[in-house]
């Protein structure tokens, strides 16, 4: 088959050739290094089955077939083993050919996505800092009458057993105004300055050992040592990362098994941040193999007071979002039981 089509051998596209029956009757070089999978592997299997259930391809099949028009799906799902599926755009057109029905065009588009997704939380968590903003100004104000009118009639009341009462007003007030000040802090922007990470990661961990039994929790570092320092507030950076190991940390404790933290750094090149492309960008990724976030609140974890844990107060992963894109960086989180991945990148230069 591949001597018949020798001009998509030499193609930067991923082509796929199928038969009438929508079996695969020829691959490229190009779908082969996209795909990860030889042709001999591919060849004789049915198009549709490469790809994770999908009754829209299969029906878009069908319709080129009947139609003879091109047919342009906006993803399919690739799996591939121990990795994330690949997401792919696919194309179908009617090819005119023995023993040739469709052609299969196949684009990655990875990077389009992630930078979809990474504008949507952006704008997303501008607009839910701004609602909390404002909320937080609106909570100050009567926070300070009610604790200084709990105050005077403490003064006025003559039994113990009554003052028990403006105690517990004084103290909630006080609790809503530290957490009022918390939801207004964080904006102001970097003092930057030149920094090493692993000073930054090195801080976060004897944090972290400090506050959680080493029995309980181990971290393990894997540096990349050649990274080159970066511009940024140190403090914020610490605080950033140590939201988010803290949260790891706090996860696996309350499994009740113990469990292990990986920081892990590496340079990556030729990579888009928030519309902005950089040559070289630092990827600092916290593992852990605790009980993973909750699957109903995984799509909005970064979104201020949203907690997965009883008690918390939701507004760590949310600072810690702000300041990395103080940085002009992104942060993600991919997780599932027994393995959740921070994601923090940086540019470089």
């Known amino acids: 088959m ?17 038969d009438e029956q929508q ?3 020829y691959v490229n070089p190009t779908a082969e290094n996209l795909l990860g999978a030889s042709a001999k592997s591919l060849i004789g299997q049915p198009f549709a089955q490469l790809f994770a ?15 003879h028009w091109d047919y342009s799906a906006q993803t399919v799902s690739y799996p591939r083993a121990g990795r994330e599926p690949l997401p792919l755009a696919c194309t179908l057109t009617r090819a005119e050919a023995p023993g040739v ?32 903003r404002n909320l937080a ?14 105050q005077l009639l403490e003064h006025e009341l003559d039994r113990a057993e009554l003052r028990e009462y403006t105690q517990v007003i004084i ?20 003092r930057v300055e030149r920094l090493g990470i692993h000073e930054v990661l090195e801080r976060v961990r004897s944090l972290v050992l400090a506050e959680f039994a080493r029995e309980a929790v181990q971290i393990d570092c894997d540096y990349d040592p050649s990274l080159p320092d970066l511009e940024g507030d140190k403090e914020q950076l610490i605080q950033a990362v140590l939201n988010v190991v803290r949260n790891a940390a706090q996860a696996i404790a309350g499994s009740g098994r113990p469990g292990r933290i990986t920081l892990r750094t590496r340079a990556i090149r030729q990579v888009t941040l928030l519309r902005q492309r950089h040559r070289l960008a630092l990827e600092l990724q916290v593992i852990d193999d605790g ?34 894109h103080y940085h002009r960086g992104v942060i993600e989180c991919d997780s599932r039981p027994g393995r ?10």
């Open 2 to 18: 591949a001597a018949s089509f020798p001009g998509l051998e030499l193609l930067a596209t991923a082509v796929l050739v199928l």
């Open 23 to 25: 079996v695969v009757r």
């Open 53 to 67: 259930s999908d009754p829209a391809l299969e029906k878009a099949l069908s319709d080129t077939l009947v139609t």
């Open 101 to 132: 029905s469709l052609l299969a065009e196949l684009r990655p588009i990875e990077q389009q996505l992630r930078q979809a997704r990474e504008e949507r939380l952006v704008s997303e968590q501008q607009s839910a800092r701004e609602l909390i």
């Open 137 to 150: 100004h609106e909570i100050k104000n009567p926070l300070g009458g009610l604790r200084g009118s709990a």
């Open 171 to 190: 103290k909630e007030a006080d609790r809503l105004q530290a957490l009022m000040d918390r939801l207004l802090t964080p904006h102001r922007q970097p």
């Open 291 to 324: 009980p993973g976030v909750p699957e109903d609140i995984r799509e909005k974890i970064f979104n201020p007071l949203v907690s997965g844990r009883d008690g918390g107060s939701g507004l760590g992963l949310s600072l810690a979002q702000t300041f990395v």
């Open 340 to 349: 959740t991945v921070f994601r923090i990148v940086l540019p470089l230069a």
